[in-house]
């Protein structure tokens, strides 16, 4: 077995550190938490099971998984985030894990809940991402939201065996809570990008996704939870492109600089609630 170092950022998930935590430590003797002010348990917890934890300054999600990656022992990093278990199958894989090839980078399918409930189809039926990599010719993009893997052109994808179980909210209120955090995230990113919010992103694009979700990926089949859902990619495709267009019309009218846009943004109202 190849040693791997295990990063995970944090803030508030210590029910979910408790199942995750013990598991991971049967692939790993090195295992970073990078924690955003956590005000639960969550320290205690990963210190009772000898974690290195180190409390940064909040830089983004990108950022912080670098930090993390830095702080490692070994070459090989699985990156995990706090809300996620990998189960039984994905340990044996990382147990038998013997690759030397530095080049090869790993995908691992997820298993998504809303609450209590395995969602099998919309957007979140089909999530996976590659969290298994050799720092070495790896590392996280530092944008303000949905940060991805810088990968150099000769590195080839595999999938191993194994899922990681993500517990994205408790019930709905969280799961709005968060989107709208990311939609403000993403105003910034898209400013930062040049981008613009313009009628179809801001009066299609929205009644898009939720027709995708919803409808052409099969939400519908897991009931209540797939309505939820597509409604929550509804506002949050909605919110981005309104946050968008106000910071940009702020920016215009000189009422705050570009580079204080991050601050800004966590400042507008999240208005239009979707009942």
């Given at each position: 077995m190849i040693p791997i170092s295990v990063v995970l950022i944090t803030k508030n998930e210590a029910a979910i550190l408790s199942q995750s935590i013990p598991l991971l430590k049967q692939i790993s003797d090195d295992i970073i938490i990078i924690d955003n002010d956590s005000t639960d348990e969550t320290i205690a917890i990963a210190k009772a099971y000898g974690c290195r934890v180190y409390q940064k300054n909040w830089s983004g999600y990108g950022a912080n998984k670098n930090k993390g990656i830095q702080l490692a022992r070994y070459d090989w990093i699985l990156s995990v985030d706090g809300d996620e278990v990998p189960d039984l199958t994905l340990i044996k894989s990382l147990q038998l894990f013997d690759n030397k090839d530095d080049n090869q980078v790993y995908d691992i399918a997820f298993k998504p809940y809303l609450g209590d409930k395995l969602i099998r189809f919309g957007n979140w039926g089909r999530d996976h991402h590659i969290r298994l990599f050799n720092r070495a010719l790896v590392r996280w993009?530092?944008?303000?939201?949905?940060?991805?893997?810088?990968?150099?052109?000769?590195?080839?994808?595999?999938?191993?065996?194994?899922?990681?179980?993500?517990?994205?909210?408790?019930?709905?209120?969280?799961?709005?809570?968060?989107?709208?955090?990311?939609?403000?995230?993403?105003?910034?990113?898209?400013?930062?990008?040049?981008?613009?919010?313009?009628?179809?992103?801001?009066?299609?694009?929205?009644?898009?996704?939720?027709?995708?979700?919803?409808?052409?990926?099969?939400?519908?089949?897991?009931?209540?939870?797939?309505?939820?859902?597509a409604k929550m990619a509804f506002k949050n495709t909605w919110l981005k492109y309104h946050y968008l267009s106000k910071a940009t019309q702020s920016v215009k009218n000189k009422q705050v600089y570009q580079h204080d846009l991050p601050v800004m943004v966590y400042k507008f109202n999240a208005d239009a609630q979707v009942e």
């Open positions: 993009t530092e944008t303000p939201v949905h940060e991805t893997l810088i990968l150099p052109q000769q590195v080839t994808v595999k999938k191993i065996a194994g899922y990681l179980h993500h517990y994205s909210a408790r019930n709905k209120q969280e799961l709005e809570t968060k989107i709208i955090h990311y939609a403000k995230l993403s105003a910034v990113k898209y400013l930062e990008n040049g981008k613009n919010a313009n009628f179809i992103k801001m009066k299609l694009a929205p009644v898009f996704h939720f027709i995708k979700s919803y409808i052409f990926l099969l939400g519908f089949l897991d009931g209540r939870a797939g309505f939820i859902i």
